[in-house]
DNA sequence: TCGTAACCGAGACGGTACGTCTGGTCTTTTT
DNA sequence: AAAAAGACCAGACGTACCGTCTCGGTTACGA
């Protein structure tokens, strides 16, 4: 999304300038850690990074990317992979940072103000899930990888479906916050995908 | 949110119309259906309702709350209660008619427009919590109540973790559409929270 | 303008409270004793008076015919006709009344004001006429004849062309403030009617 | 009151465009030849040059200042200085045209529009003051210095008085409109400032 | 070493929508 | 039936941002 492709020749003309990338990634990080994705103006990423607004558009069609890109890395970069020799071991661990990371946090708010926007931009939403939700689920599949080599997951496990179901009641309370996300809460989803994925082959049950 | 307030005496003064109201609501429904609620703007639904501004802000502080007005009462009719003897039952009833109502309509696109609305405006949030969430999970409640009173479940089932357990995954792949939204990932989700549900009490102690 | 017109007969129903009514003009020249005419609303008078707004327009067509009922006869007053026994006294006792009531006065700013709002509204233009500039020129033009009758003026004066002569030159500084209202300037301004009543018929003919 | 002002050194950023200017001054006398000023609105006049509201007010500060740039100069050209070789002559020139140029035209009727509006605003009571009335009376002022010259008036004649005594009684009737403004009262209005300018240096008239 | 293409910051551009305000009218209940 | 109260429709107000364009100027490549 920001700058990225290496062009098949040296591209004629002024380079990118990184200064200016950095500046506008630095200010819209800043402002993302005073308030909400909705309450920043893009008239204010760029007079915050000494900028003008066309180096902004150069780079990112519009404020959800922006942000995204200035959000993501340090988001990832809180979410560890940790091998603790058992499942239930490595989803506590992964579910409890991930509760650190977004409970009553400045990040807890960006994500949250990220994802609203991904309702209204389908161009943000592709972007979100290639480049966020993609790489950060392949992580997480290893910790069920890991637990079907140990056995204590059958060989077919659906491991989107585990991955669903641990996460999703989380950001579900995240996102509605119609209950507080506590760390037992966070205990209760991990023993609730520990029975689900012991029960066998989720996949096989009979259906309608 | 709307016109509401019993007065304890008449009140003085011109009341709030009756007409005027159900013309702004009808047109905010009309244009839901249309396109999405970030697309829509308080001025056209003054134009289409025949009023003016004003009237629209005399009742509903934002674009929110009167979208979730004209929007709550025919979402919840959609989520019937039906009794069909057996906890899996209920949920497989409840959460395909949730899905029947949200996957690929235009009642799922405004659903998660209010969602992302929610995540801007608190007093929305609180709005969205007493009018919309509090009602909906408690005649969803009432499934758990009466598998526990057939024995389905135990006594100190925790209602609000299965609904959670139940509703979150949906929910989840709803607003980040990182995988499809069918009736096998429905029923997969049943079968882990009946598993969830048989293991015993949830919050706890280890399990054989 | 405001309320008048004798019923025929009296009329059927609860009759126009003069409490209102003086509620309403009282209220509109305290308002004007503190700002201009173009910074009161409407609304504001009616709350002032505590009164609802169709009371105001059930008398008064507009701001500017109220306005101008709850000043015209306070500014009539302050123009009081003296006979000082020469037509030079007698003008520079009105325009030095004149001077004194609009220089620098609330007086003078609301009566801008008035004049600003006849410019845009024919129905107050025609008013202001009947109702303002026709009997305060009634009064002045005594003056002018009695100055025919003490011979001080050919039988011919033209009463209107004398009038303007003096009120022309006042009104424009007043209005344009181009440069400053003075007594000296007022006194420049009756010699120079002097010299033109003097000079014979202004109409008209060659003078050596 | 537009764009004006050389800059020191160059201005960064994008100049104010002149085809913007011109298609908003000319949209604006346009209109104005329509209807009066209190008639037109600032979204009509942007919606006419075919320009955004914020290029209007990025200019002007309110509509009396635009009025008053897109009006003064038509005006201004309309009031020649011809040199006739009297007084009498050059007066009855300038007065005559004034006559002609606001006698029942659409000039005349935004030309009491834009007083009316001085009325209500001091900042363009002075933009009117600096940019029209004394440039209008400078010109005006030539034929009091030639009249002196000539001997037709004493060394020490008051001009801005002879100037007041002659557009005074004008503007009276053009605002008041009590009376009708015709040729015969302007040739009036002349021979009295004749008399007047006559009758030797008013300013030493004895005065309290 | 020059030309030129694409960058740079600044800020104006045409637009849209905002939430407020006012005007003049209409609809209540109360007197 | 007029009173006070206040809602009604209509639409202008002046502001804030949008995403694009224009300006004078800079940078770094390729000829």
């Given amino acids: 999304m920001g ?29 993302l850690d005073e308030k909400g994705l909705s309450e920043i103006t893009m008239e204010e990423i760029a007079a915050t990074a000494g900028v003008g607004k066309a180096s902004l558009y150069r780079r990112w069609p519009s404020k959800g990317t ?43 708010r960006t994500l949250r103000g990220l994802i609203a926007e991904v309702q209204r931009d389908d161009a943000l939403a592709s972007a979100w899930n290639e480049r966020f ?11 069920i990888e890991r637990a079907v080599a140990r056995g204590e997951l059958p060989h077919d496990a659906d491991s989107d479906l585990l991955l669903d179901l641990a996460y999703g009641p989380l950001y579900h309370r995240l996102l ?9 809460f966070v205990d209760d989803v991990v023993a609730a995908v520990m029975a689900a994925g012991r029960a066998g082959d989720p996949a096989g049950a009979p259906r309608g």
Same sequence: chains 1, 2, 3, 4.
């Fill in 3 to 31: 700058a990225s492709a290496i062009p098949e020749t040296a591209r004629r003309g002024r380079p990118l300038s990184e200064r200016t990338e950095n500046a506008i990634l630095g200010a819209t990080a800043a402002l």
């Fill in 176 to 184: 509605h916050g119609h209950l507080p996300l506590t760390v037992g």
């Fill in 66 to 108: 922006l942000a995204f890109d200035a959000f993501g890395a340090r988001f990832l970069s809180r979410q560890p992979l940790v091998d603790t020799g058992s499942l239930r071991g490595d989803l506590t661990a992964a579910l409890r940072a991930w509760l650190r990371t977004v409970h009553n946090t400045r990040t807890g």
């Fill in 133 to 143: 939700l993609t790489p950060v689920r392949a992580r997480h599949r290893v910790m």
